[in-house]
């Protein structure tokens, strides 16, 4: 696939919305770099409360310092916070406490943006000048028509909502005489037939009958198969625990694990919430995987409002909340992007 290059800041507005999936509110986000190559995307809550700078910039640095290779940081702040003309900008001592732990360790600050609710411009340059531009000249950027034609989009937050769904007596019947059946077979059969169903359900360009989605939920609710069903997604042929935490050296399939995401989303839908819990659960871990933290702690929590005792769901959130990054998003030649691009 031939590299674009991001070569305006409504190009790496556009970028971040496209790479996060949503336009970020009240956020940092960081990109980091090695020459002029993108490495990984960290978007993180701006702090909350004055005095807390340092501690910010120091868990800030700490995720974009799991990218080994990076050599320097483009970031920008969104805010619906004005700037006031003669005044330093909002959160301009997170930005220079963060500048400093990043020297620390070899990194520089590379360029910032600082993005309000209608305009956005270079987060040193002088609030109300000319050099700020309207947020919406990103939708007619370079790099927004490059992956609007590849099929990407940005949501207007990263709120999720989940499809509805209906008959939920009918599907929790066929679900449980799909689970009738796992439990009527020998251990190993009946990890191999559902590796063979979801096996067969990802290779397919089209979505499973409601039969095959009853089954493939059934599956789920059987912690031993429903591991094994997770770490076949990538498509690696790695010991499971390397694929579960993303600690492997190759790749994983990424088309396959976007494909998986429609695929549990649409058997979401073929299920009810007493049996939901392993499917959204398995997305956010999806989530997890791709880099995408507070998407994967919405899906984690909603498993839990399902079922508030669901172990997986519980262990996956925390941790997701203490900061633990997918292995996968630690190298950029295995870590989730959409596109490949340059900066010039």
């Not at 309000?116 to 987060?123: A, L």
């Not at 109300?128 to 990103?138: F, R, Y």
């Not at 007619?140 to 490059?146: G, Q």
């Not at 007493?274 to 702690?297: C, Q």
Request: aromatic share 8%.
């Amino acid at each position: 696939m031939e590299k674009l290059t991001i070569k305006t800041p409504s190009d790496v507005l556009s970028f971040i919305g496209h790479t996060l999936g949503f336009w970020p509110q009240e956020s940092l986000v960081c990109i980091t770099m090695h020459d002029n190559s993108i490495g990984a995307t960290l978007r993180i809550d701006l702090p909350r409360h004055p005095g807390q700078e340092l501690p910010y910039a120091r868990t800030v640095a700490h995720y974009l310092t799991s990218d080994t290779t990076a050599t320097s940081v483009l970031f920008a702040v969104y805010t619906s916070e004005t700037a006031q003309p003669g005044q330093p900008r909002p959160h301009a001592g997170a930005i220079a406490a963060l500048t400093g732990v990043l020297a620390e360790q070899g990194i520089t600050i590379r360029d910032g943006l600082f993005v309000g609710d209608e305009t956005f411009s270079p987060f040193d340059g002088e609030p109300g000048t000319s050099l700020a531009l309207p947020v919406s000249s990103t939708q007619t950027s370079a790099i927004n028509a490059e992956f609007i034609y590849r099929g990407s989009f940005v949501e207007a937050s990263d709120r999720v909502t989940l499809p509805t769904t209906g008959q939920e007596a009918a599907k929790a019947t066929a679900v449980e005489r799909s689970m009738e059946n796992i439990r009527s077979q020998a251990t190993d059969t009946a990890l191999q037939q559902g590796r063979k169903l979801w096996s067969d359900i990802l290779a397919s360009t089209t979505f499973p009958s409601d039969d095959h989605c009853h089954a493939l939920v059934a599956n789920l609710q059987f912690p031993a198969i429903r591991d094994r069903l997770i770490a076949d997604i990538p498509g690696m042929d790695e010991p499971m625990q390397n694929i579960l935490f993303a600690q492997t050296t190759q790749p994983p399939a990424w088309s396959r694990i976007e494909w998986a995401q429609q695929l549990l989303l649409h058997a979401y839908t073929r299920t009810s919430p007493e049996h939901a819990a392993p499917v959204l659960t398995a997305i956010g871990y999806i989530n997890w995987w791709e880099g995408k933290g507070s998407k994967a702690h919405q899906f984690l929590q909603l498993a839990l409002d399902t079922d508030p005792a669901y172990r997986l769901a519980r262990l996956s959130d925390q941790m997701v909340g203490s900061g633990i990054v997918a292995g996968w998003n630690m190298n950029k030649n295995t870590a989730y992007k959409a596109l490949p691009i340059d900066m010039p």
